[in-house]
């Protein structure tokens, strides 16, 4: 059984950078796409960005293009987030989710396995 499990949260100050981690186990994640989705207090979860079985990203959060970037370590089973310039909105819980198909989707019913989540706070 897939099991997912999300790291790297924390506090940061608008500006700085955080690197979350999603780290699988129970089956390869090479035929998986990972999804990053988000979801602030009050409000829906929104998808992020994925990856797709091959390597290609898709950023579905127009607010985060330029400053997150997903990556895969195949070999480490693992799928990153790295984000950048962070603002007091990207404020939320993260959670990765891997999805038994090579392309990625936007919906979070598309996904059949979650992690638990991690929380980022961006404020000064």
């Known amino acids: 059984q897939l099991q997912l499990v999300e790291s790297g949260g924390g506090l940061v100050q608008p500006g700085g950078s955080l690197r979350l981690s999603c780290a699988a186990s129970?089956?390869?994640?090479?035929?998986?796409?990972i999804g990053w989705f988000r979801q602030a207090p009050g409000k829906e979860r929104e998808g992020v960005v994925c990856?797709?079985?091959?390597?290609?990203?898709?950023t579905y959060a127009d607010s985060v293009k330029g400053r997150f970037t997903i990556s895969r370590d195949n070999a480490k089973n693992t799928v990153y987030l790295q984000m950048n310039s962070l603002k007091p909105e990207d404020t939320a819980v993260y959670y990765c989710a891997a999805r038994s198909w090579a392309q990625c989707r936007s919906r979070s019913a598309d996904f059949g396995s979650w992690g638990q989540g991690t929380q980022v706070t961006v404020s000064s």
């Open positions: 129970g089956i390869t994640l090479d035929y998986y796409a």
């Open positions: 990856i797709s079985v091959n390597g290609a990203a898709t």
